[in-house]
């Protein structure tokens, strides 16, 4: 549910005096359709797209010591890893006639963070033995070992060029050295720097008087998986009094989160509603075994409690990519139809 580190696939530089005839051959070779000019957001574009054991190949008719953004003509993902692209390369004889030199970027690394950027890349750096660099240069430096990058964004999407802080860290220690030092320490990097990002437990309360609990939990385990926001660490059923003489079922979810409850709040009012204003069914947020009343979340502009549901809940949805929307909707129909029956 809450997805820290990402590791991109390989890059690799190769210059050509042939050009079209290379890109040519690699299109034959390899069955890539994903051809395309340089720049920086067609980068991240094919980083975040490809799977990691693919490789994004970069073509330059000039090959120096640092390789010049501006020197890099086009970008191809070839869907195939490392190893296989570089055997299958030295047995084809007409691909590697047109090849002047071929070289490696090192291994590349996304980090997702809360906290203060600037504290958290300072740490990392110290941590790893690294230097800090401008991330718009990174790719310029043919080396060896490692280059870890930060975001605030979720990991389990496509990656904008603009998601990446301005600063990463490189370091000479391989690739496999620094994931497995980060997979031990990525919660300690999380919220560096920031006192307002704090790990908290909340207690989340599901009522539905047509008892269908399943159906609310699956949409609920949905938006917190989509947002990367926290874990859900524990779920129990359990009984609340409606009156003196009435209790009702209650379905409970332990959730743990570097948000803030009032910001967990705003999605749970939000999912409460339907966007024609219908309300499907309640959800009582504890901190500390204090309830987290709706007025917290309140706005200006917006003055019942029906409007304001429908409010977050359009707000939560542009968090959504478009077939995370459609997943939404689909789960928030069956709810509706469950209604019915």
């Known amino acids: 549910m809450l997805n820290l580190i990402r590791e991109l696939c390989t890059i690799v530089i190769v210059e050509t005096s042939s050009m079209n005839e290379l890109m040519d051959e690699l299109e034959i070779n390899f069955g890539t359709n994903r051809k395309v000019r340089f720049s920086n957001d067609n980068l991240y574009g094919l980083l975040s797209d490809a799977q990691k054991d693919e490789i994004v190949v970069l073509l330059t008719q000039k090959m120096g010591d640092e390789v010049k953004q501006i020197d890099v003509e086009y970008m191809m993902l070839i869907p195939t890893n490392l190893e296989r692209f570089s055997?299958?390369?030295?047995?084809?004889?007409?691909?590697?006639?047109?090849?002047?030199?071929?070289?490696?970027?090192?291994?590349?690394?996304?980090?997702?963070?809360?906290?203060?950027?600037?504290?958290?890349?300072?740490?990392?750096?110290?941590?790893?033995?690294?230097?800090?660099?401008?991330?718009?240069?990174?790719?310029?430096?043919?080396?060896?070992?490692?280059?870890?990058f930060i975001t605030d964004s979720a990991l389990h999407r496509s990656i904008d060029v603009n998601d990446i802080f301005e600063k990463c860290v490189r370091t000479s220690k391989s690739f496999s050295s620094i994931m497995d030092y980060l997979n031990a320490q990525d919660f300690r990097y999380l919220t560096v720097g920031n006192s307002k990002y704090e790990w908290t437990e909340l207690t989340i309360k599901i009522y539905d008087s047509y008892g269908r609990y399943d159906l609310h939990y699956n949409r609920l385990h949905f938006v917190f998986e989509k947002l990367e926001i926290g874990m859900?660490?524990?779920?129990?059923?359990?009984?609340?009094?409606?009156?003196?003489?009435?209790?009702?079922?209650?379905?409970?979810?332990?959730?743990?989160?570097?948000?803030?409850?009032?910001?967990?709040?705003?999605?749970?009012?939000?999912?409460?509603?339907?966007?024609?204003?219908?309300?499907?069914?309640?959800?009582?947020?504890?901190?500390?075994?204090?309830?987290?009343?709706?007025?917290?979340?309140?706005?200006?502009?917006?003055?019942?409690?029906?409007?304001?549901?429908?409010?977050?809940?359009?707000?939560?949805?542009?968090?959504?990519?478009?077939?995370?929307?459609?997943v939404f909707i689909e789960l928030e129909n069956e709810i509706a139809q469950s209604k019915l029956k």
């Open 87 to 148: 055997s299958r390369l030295m047995n084809k004889p007409i691909a590697k006639s047109f090849i002047t030199e071929i070289r490696f970027l090192p291994k590349l690394i996304v980090m997702r963070v809360a906290g203060n950027m600037d504290a958290t890349i300072n740490k990392i750096s110290e941590d790893i033995e690294g230097t800090i660099e401008n991330t718009v240069g990174a790719i310029e430096k043919i080396s060896n070992g490692t280059v870890v």
């Open 232 to 326: 859900i660490i524990g779920e129990a059923w359990g009984t609340d009094s409606a009156s003196i003489f009435q209790s009702v079922d209650v379905y409970q979810v332990r959730f743990f989160t570097f948000k803030s409850p009032t910001e967990i709040k705003r999605i749970l009012v939000g999912l409460e509603y339907l966007h024609n204003a219908e309300r499907i069914c309640d959800y009582d947020l504890f901190y500390k075994r204090k309830k987290i009343h709706w007025d917290k979340v309140r706005i200006d502009n917006v003055k019942g409690k029906v409007e304001l549901g429908v409010y977050w809940r359009s707000k939560l949805i542009e968090n959504f990519s478009e077939n995370e929307k459609i």
